[in-house]
């Protein structure tokens, strides 16, 4: 099949489903709205999607995120009085979630206050904690910047306050990222000490890039960044507290295993965002903070973290299985088989990513009410020529596991590059982000 032939029969699918532009989504579907919102600014987390994304749900009662990240539906849905439920693979992510949606009272704010103060005027006379064991932390840190971290996280991890050190140490992990050598971007970390020029990167010389980007005083570089998240997570304390009775219950694990998603509760709305099929591998993002905070101890730890998520990327357990999905072949039979992804697996990637997402969908049947939505949030991607129409190829698997699709909202635009745009040809406008609303039938 021609990209030419695939766009008519895109049309075609097109036409059968319930699709709707809705530009009102366009801001809910990323994280970006919530980078200044009480309590959902205390960790960055790029790969949410906005809080505000669930009050078009309003209704629902018993939400349940199996992606539940750094927890915007729980922390939402608890401030807004509806219960809910959350699973993460992410241990990280898992451990931000318990201790942003705690019940802190008055006296918690005081101690902690009590206890940040403390930490700056102490933790220099505290020897470091042990050096984790990752083989190339000497190339994300500075020497002053690692050892001035790893005596505030003993200090915390002295702390007798259970509720207390995990502020603390969410206050230490938030600060990682600013206070190495690198950078979160796309796929993984970028160095501070390289720049973009066409078609190739320099090196800034370490007398030069240090001292604009840390100063003069690296320990009071990163003093005033714990000064500046301990103030702000303290100020939202005071104003933003979860209901009594409303605290979510968090899972670590895969959602992919049925028993996980079982909370025993009457599901009234599921609502998610999984991995993009776009081959980011997240937990890369997120191994500075995973190792330096004790999350994993090992490569095997990480290992295991990669083997155990959806198929998102090329890291991921490779799928077998004797026949292609026969609504996601046209997309796989049109790529260039000359293209790099290809030769790197992509197709095989592809085939996992959608046959999880069946296993998730499937799963999902047995937690919920009758008539429950599930909302998606996708985003669509292109690999050697051809597209990959996430949300309607998510849609259809809802209909063959018997859901009714309620509708599919195309919130925005994905960016495309010209070079992008002019091998996709007719195929560049599905590249997008949606909403696919399903409803338990």
């Known amino acids: ?14 036409n059968r489903l ?15 709205p919530s980078q200044n919102l009480p309590v959902h600014r205390w960790f960055r987390y790029r790969e949410g999607f906005s809080p505000y994304l669930l009050e078009h749900f309003a209704s629902s009662k018993h939400r349940l995120d199996p992606f539940c990240g750094c927890g915007t539906t729980l922390l939402e849905s608890s401030m807004r009085g509806a219960h809910s439920y959350g699973i993460d693979l992410n241990p990280l992510a898992t451990f931000i979630t318990r201790t942003k949606t705690k019940h802190y009272t008055v006296s918690d704010k005081r101690a902690f206050i009590k206890a940040s103060s403390e ?18 932390l000497n190339k994300l840190f500075l ?14 991890l002295a702390v007798d306050t259970p509720k207390i050190r995990n502020l603390l140490l969410l206050v230490w992990l938030s600060l990682l990222e600013d206070s190495s050598n690198v950078f979160k971007e796309g796929n993984g970390l970028k160095y501070r000490n390289k720049r973009r020029k066409p078609e190739k990167y320099i090196t800034i010389p370490d007398d030069e890039w240090i001292p604009k980007y840390f100063g003069k005083d690296i320990p009071q570089f990163i003093e005033n960044l714990w000064s500046r998240k301990c103030n702000q997570i303290s100020e939202d304390m005071t104003n933003f507290r979860i209901p009594t009775g409303y605290t979510p219950q968090v899972r670590t694990g895969s959602c992919l295993i049925a028993e996980n998603l079982n909370f025993d509760k009457p599901i009234d709305l599921a609502i998610f965002s999984p991995p993009y099929a776009n081959r980011f591998d997240y937990f890369e993002s997120f191994k500075m903070e995973l190792w330096m905070g004790d999350f994993v101890t090992s490569s095997n730890d990480m290992a295991n973290l990669r083997q155990n998520s959806m198929r998102n990327n090329l890291t991921a357990k490779k799928f077998i299985s004797d026949s292609v999905w026969h609504e996601l072949e046209p997309f796989l039979n049109v790529m260039d088989d000359t293209a790099s992804s290809v030769r790197m697996g992509i197709k095989n990637t592809l085939q996992g990513y959608f046959h999880d997402t069946r296993i998730l969908l499937k799963n ?30 998510v849609a259809k698997i809802g209909q063959e596991e018997g859901y009714t699709v309620r509708e599919i909202k195309i919130a925005r635009n994905l960016h495309v590059s010209s070079q992008q745009r002019i091998a996709l040809n007719y195929l560049d406008s599905y590249m997008r982000e949606s909403v696919v609303i399903l409803e338990n039938s």
């Open 1 to 14: 099949m021609s990209q030419t032939a695939l766009a008519k029969s895109l049309r075609r699918a097109e």
């Open 18 to 32: 319930p699709i709707i532009y809705a530009p009102e989504l366009g801001t809910t579907v990323h994280w970006t």
């Open 119 to 136: 930490a700056l005027q102490e933790y220099k006379f505290c020897s470091p904690s042990e050096i984790p064991s990752y083989p190339l």
């Open 143 to 156: 020497p002053n910047s690692l050892n001035t971290l790893l005596k505030l996280k003993k200090f915390i």
């Open 364 to 393: 999902l049947k047995s937690t919920l009410i009758p008539n429950a939505k599930v909302v998606i949030v996708v985003g669509n991607s292109a690999y050697a020529k051809s597209i990959i129409p996430t949300d309607l190829l």
